[in-house]
């Protein structure tokens, strides 16, 4: 069917068949955020541009050449969130989140927008869950973290991944890194990339992160940011080691892994899945010691990390297409004028508003079909029952339809209800085959 309209490039449509992927991605991680104390903030997909000026960094790809950024009707500056640890953070001061407690757990789900090139696994419109712990500074709070990231993982199935850590370094040893990688890359500014010319000038340690060929033999012989830790970042990054270690978490070291936000400090980390290509970071996060106080907050130590929801269903080979809801009950109208009759009926089948966990799945054809084509249709959707409206002197008619065969007549709606939830207890487990 042809449309004058197409989505916009970079987005995509999530249908049904993948849909129903996407809510049970989202409720098992819901439920194991919950099981690890988080609560949800949902913010706005909106926020002033300043928020994330200030927080991801003027100098980062995000902020340079990829947000989304309007004017309101006043003339207020406003940008599509490209993540959501700013906005998280701006929430938690707001409303005073952490306020009498010295640990805030809190995660979100949602979309997020950067105008980058689309590829497999890179869209304009992207969806990330993302946990923010707020308020530890020890080592073990970076590995709980890392625990709950690999935990959603597995419980979503994905087993084949790669834990990526490093450490940033914090206000006092990373200007001396910095400059060490800025005198390092300007001996050989003449094999750098042109957007790595300038990052030379704006942001140095993202060179670090670049993908083009060229680039890589000056990047191979960089200086590991390791060698310029101080004392106490090095202990700390000892600590994230040896935390992850006693949780039997496996890890590398990456001493190249610089991520493309400037709010972080110390840890930080990636996590990698085969068969996701170029775009194989399903997600990544790290700590941000400065950010909360940068908001005008006290100094809150914090650390979080956001999955790519997208990457996420690719890495479980799950974004095809899967089977529609197979219906319980198809409600036939054996004449034109029994359609209505056919609505109230599947409706008190369907047991809503009186216990929820005993309802069918109920159908009602609205084409104006005969009762034959209504009855191909029922075996089309696979229905396990078909009911045949009005009912005649013995009371409602059943068709078995698995079993290919008659059922026994149902003198009022109640009984058949009833007879029909004995009946589709049978099969309930395999209705979303
Ligand atoms: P990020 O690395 O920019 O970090 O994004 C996290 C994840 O979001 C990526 O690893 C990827 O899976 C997904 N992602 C990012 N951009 C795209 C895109 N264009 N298309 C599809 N997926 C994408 C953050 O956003 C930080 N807020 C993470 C964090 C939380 N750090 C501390 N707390």
Known sequence: MASKFQVPRGTRDILPGESERWIALEGTTREILSRYGYRE??????????????????????????????????????????????PLVRAYLEHALGHGDPVTRLYYIGPMFRYERPQAGRYRQFWQIGAELLGPAAPAADA??????????????????????????????RPVYRERIREHFESREAELCGDCKERLRTNPLRILDCKVPTCQPAIAS??????????????????????LDALSIEHETAPRLVRGLDYYTRTVFEVHAAGLGAQNAVGGGGRYDQLVKDFGGPQTPAIGFSIGME??????????????????????????????????????????????????????DLGGRSASAQMKWASKLEARFAVF?????????????????????????????????????????????
């Open 311 to 364: 990457r996420l269903l690719l890495a479980t080979g799950s974004l095809e297409t899967g089977a529609a809801l197979r219906p319980d009950v198809c409600v036939i109208a054996r004449e034109p004028g029994a359609v209505l009759e056919a609505l109230r009926v599947a409706r008190e089948l369907r047991g809503l508003g009186t216990n929820a966990a005993s309802g069918l799945r109920v159908l009602v």
């Open 389 to 433: 409206v009005p009912s005649d002197a013995a009371g409602y008619a059943v068709r078995d339809l698995d079993a290919g065969k008659d059922a026994p007549h149902q003198t009022d709606v109640p009984s058949l209800r009833a007879w029909l939830m004995e009946q589709a207890a049978t099969v309930s487990e395999d209705v979303t085959r």
């Open 144 to 173: 709980e973290m890392i625990d709950l990231f690999v935990a959603i993982l597995r419980g979503i199935g994905l087993k084949d991944v790669r834990v990526l850590v490093n450490s940033l370094g914090d206000s006092v040893c």
């Open 41 to 86: 903030v949902r913010t706005p997909l909106f926020e002033s541009t300043d928020l994330f000026i200030r927080s991801v960094g003027e100098s980062t790809d995000i902020v340079r050449k990829e947000l989304y950024t309007f004017e309101d009707r006043k003339g207020r500056s406003l940008t599509l969130r490209p993540e959501g640890t700013a």
């Open 222 to 243: 960089a200086p590991s940011v390791l060698d310029s830790l101080c004392d106490p970042c090095r202990e700390h990054f000892d600590g994230v080691k040896a935390a």
